[in-house]
Protein backbone atom coordinates (compact mmCIF):
# COMPACT_ATOMS: atom_id res chain seq x y z
CA UNK A 1 0.00 0.00 0.00
CA UNK A 2 1.40 3.24 -0.54
CA UNK A 3 0.77 6.89 1.02
CA UNK A 4 2.02 10.08 0.42
CA UNK A 5 1.86 13.24 3.03
CA UNK A 6 1.63 16.58 1.68
CA UNK A 7 3.63 18.71 3.99
CA UNK A 8 4.02 22.73 4.92
CA UNK A 9 6.46 22.83 7.36
CA UNK A 10 8.61 26.81 7.73
CA UNK A 11 11.46 25.97 10.38
CA UNK A 12 11.79 22.11 9.60
CA UNK A 13 9.19 21.00 13.01
CA UNK A 14 6.52 19.83 10.59
CA UNK A 15 8.78 18.14 8.26
CA UNK A 16 10.71 16.42 10.76
CA UNK A 17 7.33 14.93 12.29
CA UNK A 18 6.72 13.54 8.90
CA UNK A 19 9.28 11.89 8.70
CA UNK A 20 9.06 10.36 11.70
CA UNK A 21 5.71 9.05 10.48
CA UNK A 22 7.29 8.17 7.38
CA UNK A 23 9.65 5.72 9.53
CA UNK A 24 7.43 4.27 11.91
CA UNK A 25 4.19 3.59 10.28
CA UNK A 26 3.98 -0.56 9.17
CA UNK A 27 3.02 -2.37 6.04
CA UNK A 28 2.61 1.15 4.06
CA UNK A 29 4.76 2.68 1.84
CA UNK A 30 5.33 6.66 2.26
CA UNK A 31 6.17 9.29 -0.32
CA UNK A 32 6.21 12.82 1.39
CA UNK A 33 6.09 15.66 -0.55
CA UNK A 34 6.54 19.44 -0.02
CA UNK A 35 3.77 21.59 -1.31
CA UNK A 36 6.33 24.74 -1.40
CA UNK A 37 8.45 23.14 -3.72
CA UNK A 38 7.84 19.97 -5.56
CA UNK A 39 4.53 21.17 -7.17
CA UNK A 40 2.03 18.97 -7.78
CA UNK A 41 1.27 15.73 -7.30
CA UNK A 42 -0.23 12.62 -8.87
CA UNK A 43 -2.12 11.34 -6.21
CA UNK A 44 -3.74 8.32 -8.43
CA UNK A 45 -0.74 6.25 -7.35
CA UNK A 46 -1.64 6.71 -3.80
CA UNK A 47 -4.23 4.56 -1.61
CA UNK A 48 -3.98 7.51 1.38
CA UNK A 49 -3.17 11.22 1.34
CA UNK A 50 -1.97 13.07 4.49
CA UNK A 51 -2.00 16.74 4.89
CA UNK A 52 -0.22 18.07 7.49
CA UNK A 53 0.88 21.53 8.40
CA UNK A 54 2.35 23.83 11.31
CA UNK A 55 -0.55 26.14 13.16
CA UNK A 56 -0.30 29.42 11.48
CA UNK A 57 -2.11 31.82 13.54
CA UNK A 58 -4.73 29.45 15.10
CA UNK A 59 -5.47 28.19 12.14
CA UNK A 60 -3.93 26.16 8.81
CA UNK A 61 -1.23 28.84 6.47
CA UNK A 62 -2.97 30.38 2.98
CA UNK A 63 -0.26 28.67 1.59
CA UNK A 64 -1.94 25.14 2.70
CA UNK A 65 -5.85 26.31 1.44
CA UNK A 66 -4.56 27.20 -2.06
CA UNK A 67 -2.60 24.10 -2.82
CA UNK A 68 -5.89 22.24 -1.27
CA UNK A 69 -8.11 24.22 -3.86
CA UNK A 70 -5.97 23.12 -6.66
CA UNK A 71 -5.96 19.68 -6.02
CA UNK A 72 -8.34 17.31 -8.56
CA UNK A 73 -11.88 16.43 -7.60
CA UNK A 74 -11.66 13.31 -5.46
CA UNK A 75 -13.99 9.90 -5.21
CA UNK A 76 -13.89 9.38 -1.32
CA UNK A 77 -10.26 9.14 -1.93
CA UNK A 78 -9.22 8.05 1.74
CA UNK A 79 -7.04 10.74 3.81
CA UNK A 80 -5.63 12.00 7.25
CA UNK A 81 -5.04 15.49 8.68
CA UNK A 82 -2.37 16.36 10.82
CA UNK A 83 -0.58 19.13 12.52
CA UNK A 84 2.37 20.43 14.77
CA UNK A 85 1.91 23.62 17.03
CA UNK A 86 4.03 25.51 19.82
CA UNK A 87 1.15 27.40 21.43
CA UNK A 88 -2.43 26.35 20.95
CA UNK A 89 -3.50 24.16 18.07
CA UNK A 90 -6.25 26.32 17.33
CA UNK A 91 -8.93 25.06 14.81
CA UNK A 92 -6.25 23.75 12.46
CA UNK A 93 -7.39 20.28 11.89
CA UNK A 94 -11.26 20.83 11.92
CA UNK A 95 -10.59 23.58 8.76
CA UNK A 96 -8.06 21.42 6.75
CA UNK A 97 -10.60 18.71 7.09
CA UNK A 98 -13.44 20.79 6.10
CA UNK A 99 -10.98 21.80 3.09
CA UNK A 100 -9.73 18.92 2.17
CA UNK A 101 -13.56 17.24 2.62
CA UNK A 102 -14.88 19.59 0.04
CA UNK A 103 -12.41 18.36 -2.62
CA UNK A 104 -13.68 14.93 -2.33
CA UNK A 105 -11.50 13.65 0.47
CA UNK A 106 -13.03 11.29 2.94
CA UNK A 107 -11.00 11.50 6.29
CA UNK A 108 -9.91 9.00 8.50
CA UNK A 109 -8.01 10.02 11.06
CA UNK A 110 -6.26 13.38 12.26
CA UNK A 111 -4.04 14.45 15.23
CA UNK A 112 -2.17 17.32 16.18
CA UNK A 113 1.71 17.28 17.91
CA UNK A 114 3.10 19.88 20.39
CA UNK A 115 6.15 21.31 19.18
CA UNK A 116 8.80 23.69 20.50
CA UNK A 117 7.53 26.82 19.13
CA UNK A 118 9.09 28.40 16.24
CA UNK A 119 7.40 31.86 16.19
CA UNK A 120 9.93 34.78 16.84
CA UNK A 121 7.53 37.26 19.13
CA UNK A 122 6.27 33.85 21.08
CA UNK A 123 10.09 32.78 21.71
CA UNK A 124 11.05 36.39 22.40
CA UNK A 125 8.62 35.79 25.46
CA UNK A 126 10.22 33.17 27.06
CA UNK A 127 7.77 30.98 25.66
CA UNK A 128 9.98 28.62 23.72
CA UNK A 129 8.24 25.11 24.81
CA UNK A 130 11.81 23.77 24.44
CA UNK A 131 10.19 20.71 26.51
CA UNK A 132 7.54 19.76 23.61
CA UNK A 133 6.45 17.14 23.04
CA UNK A 134 5.98 15.87 26.64
CA UNK A 135 6.36 11.62 27.13
CA UNK A 136 2.44 11.35 27.15
CA UNK A 137 2.56 13.43 23.45
CA UNK A 138 4.90 11.15 22.25
CA UNK A 139 2.90 8.23 23.21
CA UNK A 140 -0.26 9.66 21.99
CA UNK A 141 1.31 10.87 18.94
CA UNK A 142 3.06 6.45 18.67
CA UNK A 143 -0.90 5.72 19.27
CA UNK A 144 -1.95 7.72 16.28
CA UNK A 145 1.27 6.23 14.08
CA UNK A 146 -0.40 2.73 15.17
CA UNK A 147 -3.79 3.46 14.75
CA UNK A 148 -3.24 4.89 10.82
CA UNK A 149 -1.13 1.63 9.99
CA UNK A 150 -3.86 -0.63 11.34
CA UNK A 151 -6.49 1.84 9.29
CA UNK A 152 -4.64 1.49 5.96
CA UNK A 153 -4.24 -2.57 6.81
CA UNK A 154 -8.14 -2.30 6.72
CA UNK A 155 -8.32 -0.68 3.69
CA UNK A 156 -5.73 -2.51 1.97
CA UNK A 157 -8.29 -5.46 2.55
CA UNK A 158 -11.41 -3.27 0.80
CA UNK A 159 -13.12 -2.99 4.27
CA UNK A 160 -15.05 0.10 4.83
CA UNK A 161 -13.78 3.33 7.02
CA UNK A 162 -15.99 5.32 8.83
CA UNK A 163 -15.49 8.97 8.39
CA UNK A 164 -13.43 10.02 11.34
CA UNK A 165 -15.06 13.02 13.23
CA UNK A 166 -12.58 15.78 14.07
CA UNK A 167 -12.22 17.05 17.48
CA UNK A 168 -10.94 19.65 18.71
CA UNK A 169 -10.89 20.86 22.89
CA UNK A 170 -12.95 23.86 24.03
CA UNK A 171 -10.40 26.47 24.43
CA UNK A 172 -9.60 25.62 20.38
CA UNK A 173 -12.83 25.98 19.61
CA UNK A 174 -13.59 29.45 21.65
CA UNK A 175 -10.69 30.85 19.96
CA UNK A 176 -11.21 32.76 16.99
CA UNK A 177 -8.88 32.64 13.67
CA UNK A 178 -7.09 35.34 12.46
CA UNK A 179 -6.81 36.71 9.20
CA UNK A 180 -3.49 36.88 7.30
CA UNK A 181 -3.99 40.48 7.28
CA UNK A 182 -3.28 40.38 10.99
CA UNK A 183 -0.53 38.25 10.87
CA UNK A 184 0.80 40.71 8.41
CA UNK A 185 0.52 43.63 10.51
CA UNK A 186 1.70 42.23 13.99
CA UNK A 187 4.81 41.44 12.07
CA UNK A 188 5.15 44.74 10.59
CA UNK A 189 7.35 46.37 8.21
CA UNK A 190 10.60 44.64 7.51
CA UNK A 191 14.04 46.10 7.00
CA UNK A 192 17.71 44.71 6.22
CA UNK A 193 21.20 45.58 8.58
CA UNK A 194 23.00 46.36 5.35
CA UNK A 195 25.98 46.10 7.66
CA UNK A 196 25.32 41.88 8.25
CA UNK A 197 23.56 41.45 5.39
CA UNK A 198 25.60 39.44 2.44
CA UNK A 199 23.31 39.43 -0.09
CA UNK A 200 23.15 35.55 0.12
CA UNK A 201 19.43 35.93 -1.75
CA UNK A 202 18.42 32.77 1.00
CA UNK A 203 15.33 34.95 2.34
CA UNK A 204 13.97 35.48 -1.86
CA UNK A 205 14.42 31.66 -2.43
CA UNK A 206 12.71 30.41 0.76
CA UNK A 207 10.14 33.09 0.82
CA UNK A 208 6.85 31.05 -0.04
CA UNK A 209 4.95 33.90 -1.02
CA UNK A 210 7.30 35.15 -3.70
CA UNK A 211 7.14 38.51 -1.28
CA UNK A 212 11.06 39.23 -1.62
CA UNK A 213 13.17 40.42 -4.68
CA UNK A 214 17.31 40.28 -3.78
CA UNK A 215 18.97 43.24 -5.82
CA UNK A 216 21.45 42.44 -3.94
CA UNK A 217 20.17 43.50 -0.58
CA UNK A 218 16.09 42.02 -0.22
CA UNK A 219 13.03 44.03 -0.93
CA UNK A 220 9.96 43.41 0.34
CA UNK A 221 6.69 43.39 -1.13
CA UNK A 222 4.26 43.87 1.81
CA UNK A 223 1.45 43.33 -0.69
CA UNK A 224 2.42 39.53 -1.49
CA UNK A 225 3.63 39.20 2.22
CA UNK A 226 1.74 36.86 4.78
CA UNK A 227 3.82 37.37 7.75
CA UNK A 228 5.06 33.76 7.82
CA UNK A 229 8.58 35.13 9.81
CA UNK A 230 10.60 32.51 7.70
CA UNK A 231 12.79 35.14 6.07
CA UNK A 232 13.30 36.43 9.78
CA UNK A 233 14.24 32.85 10.86
CA UNK A 234 16.50 31.60 8.19
CA UNK A 235 18.49 34.83 7.43
CA UNK A 236 22.08 33.08 8.39
CA UNK A 237 23.47 36.82 9.05
CA UNK A 238 20.12 38.20 11.37
CA UNK A 239 19.89 40.94 9.48
CA UNK A 240 16.39 40.93 8.83
CA UNK A 241 14.33 43.24 11.20
CA UNK A 242 11.23 44.01 12.42
CA UNK A 243 10.46 47.74 14.29
CA UNK A 244 9.83 44.91 17.80
CA UNK A 245 11.90 42.36 17.13
CA UNK A 246 15.97 42.46 16.10
CA UNK A 247 18.40 39.76 16.79
CA UNK A 248 16.06 37.83 19.34
CA UNK A 249 13.70 34.84 18.77
CA UNK A 250 15.14 33.02 15.36
CA UNK A 251 13.77 29.34 15.03
CA UNK A 252 15.60 28.13 11.70
CA UNK A 253 15.68 24.40 11.88
CA UNK A 254 14.15 21.92 14.59
CA UNK A 255 16.10 22.16 18.09
CA UNK A 256 18.34 19.41 19.24
CA UNK A 257 16.00 18.30 21.97
CA UNK A 258 12.95 17.35 19.43
CA UNK A 259 14.96 15.87 16.73
CA UNK A 260 16.13 13.57 19.66
CA UNK A 261 12.66 12.64 20.70
CA UNK A 262 11.53 12.33 16.87
CA UNK A 263 14.71 10.56 15.71
CA UNK A 264 14.59 9.32 12.46
Known sequence: MRGIICYYSGSGNTRLACQYIKKNIKNIEIDLFDIVKDGAPNLEKYD???????????????????FIEKLPEQDNKPA???????????????????????????????????????????????RDNKGAPSKKEIKNFNSFIFELAQLCYLLKKDK????????????????????????????????????????????????????????????????????????????PTMAIYTKKYRGVGHYPKPIKQLKDKLRV
Open 48 to 66: IVGFTTFTDFLAPSYLVQT
Open 80 to 126: FVFNTYGFISGKTLKIMDKWITARGFHVIAGHSLHTPESYPPMIARG
Open 160 to 235: QIKREKIRVGLLNMLLPVFSRTKARRDMGNKYVEESLCTGCGICEKLCPYEAIKCSPRPVFNMNKCYGCWICYNHC
